[in-house]
């Protein structure tokens, strides 16, 4: 099963199986000099753990990082920094219940990769779904960690902006609140409506998706390329990528379709740092694949999470038909752990385009331009 690797300078590669000893991944990439320790990556990974609510998988993972190589104490410092050579992260698996899983050894859970897996392979994982399984997402988080740390003039921000059917009020917004509530939800008056609808929910053994806004603030103009290395299709990849999500939009996304060419293009004035200031986002900061210096905006949808306990048609693996009803330790709603994955995703994608603009440009030209030129 090749494709575990992504990224082009800053390229992460990932391994490991819910079940399994342990998960992890390999960094590589990462330049020089940068400050490292295991204490910077676990903050990041405490924000995915699982077990913190109520309204998690009960699954109770420390997700204890270890770093295996890539730094070194610095002999200034006597800190800890990146030596530019792979930086091995492993996190033990320490709370496996594979006999959760027998019941549903040779059986297809409709909406999981068990069929796929199978039909592709002539075998799959059904201990929690193996490389399927989102505990492969504390990986790429813990690979987030050290990818903000390339690019540490930018912030990445992540919140849950709908679940199910219940939207956020925008006017409401505050980041704070985010790390406040179990959700990630900027809305703090949304949140006990938030926390009823997923009790309901959850007490019935069914499950919801999600909608996430992910905001890269102090991305510089001029990251991305044209025409195959787009900084939003390598965003819309690895958002995608990112399990159970069903749909990526970058700023105005699906709405941009309904809007006129005079209300959806961002107008541009000068602004009195020397730069343009747009009058809009709608691009959600991305022109022709490169970043314009605004925000970069993007949004997924979260699908609800396919283990339920309503018995649902299926097949089994010998195209016997039959029901399954699936027991475990599963998330009600995966949209609220998805926020800190997104937020590793988009990170490790700046981090990369950051280390490729560099590599092709320098410091870029000086703009604007002299009149003359
Ligand atoms: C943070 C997170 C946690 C998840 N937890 C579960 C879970 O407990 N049970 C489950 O059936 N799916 C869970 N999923 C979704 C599955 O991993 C995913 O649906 C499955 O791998 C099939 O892939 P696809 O939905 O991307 O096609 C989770 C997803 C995320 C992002």
């Known amino acids: 099963m090749s494709h575990n690797t992504f990224g082009h300078l800053f ?30 990556i676990q903050a990041d990974l405490d924000r995915r753990r699982p077990g913190q609510s109520r309204f998690t998988t009960q699954r ?32 033990d698996n320490v709370d496996q219940r594979s006999k959760d ?11 999981h990769a068990g069929y796929t897996y199978d039909v592709k392979y002539g075998r799959h994982d059904y201990r929690g779904g193996g490389r399927a399984s989102a505990r492969e997402t504390a990986a790429r988080v813990a690979a987030g960690a050290i990818a903000r740390k390339i690019v540490p003039g930018v912030t990445v921000r992540a919140a849950l902006i ?3 059917t219940h939207k956020i009020d925008r006017a409401r917004w505050d980041w704070d609140e985010v790390a406040r509530n179990p959700f990630f939800c900027p809305d703090a008056q949304a949140v006990a409506k938030l926390a009823d609808y997923l009790d309901d929910v959850r007490k019935k053994g069914s499950s919801v998706g999600a909608v996430i806004e992910v905001i890269a603030d102090g991305v510089p103009p001029g990251w991305g390329a044209p025409v195959y290395g787009k900084l939003d299709s390598e965003l819309a990849s690895a958002l995608m990528g990112i399990n159970a999500v ?11 379709a309904e809007l006129s060419g005079e209300d959806n293009a961002d107008e541009m004035r000068m602004g009195n740092d020397g730069r343009p200031r747009f009058l809009s986002n709608n691009a959600g900061g991305i022109l022709g694949g490169i970043s314009t210096g605004q925000p970069i905006v ?12 309503t018995p649902r048609r299926t097949v089994d693996r010998y195209g016997n038909e039959t029901e399954v009803v699936t027991k475990g330790r599963h998330d009600p709603c995966v949209g609220i752990r998805a926020v800190p994955v997104a937020e590793a995703m988009v990170a490790c994608v700046l981090a990369d385009h950051y280390l490729r603009h560099r590599g092709q440009v320098g410091a870029g030209p000086a703009w604007p331009f002299p009149k003359s030129r």
């Open 246 to 256: 069903k749909g990526v939009e970058i700023g105005a996304g699906f709405a941009a």
């Open 11 to 40: 390229r992460v590669t990932t391994f490991g199986e819910s079940h399994g000893v342990a998960i992890g991944c390999v960094v590589d990439g990462c330049p020089p000099g940068i400050p490292l320790t295991a204490a910077d």
């Open 298 to 309: 993007a949004r997924f949808a979260v699908k609800p999470t396919s283990s339920i306990l």
């Open 162 to 164: 709908q679940m199910g």
């Open 101 to 111: 899983y027998s019941a549903i050894k040779d059986v297809y859970r409709p909406g």
């Open 60 to 91: 109770q993972e420390p997700d204890a990082v270890r770093i295996l190589s890539g730094v070194f104490a610095d002999e200034a410092s006597g800190r800890d920094v990146t030596t530019g050579t792979p930086i091995a992260l492993v996190i």
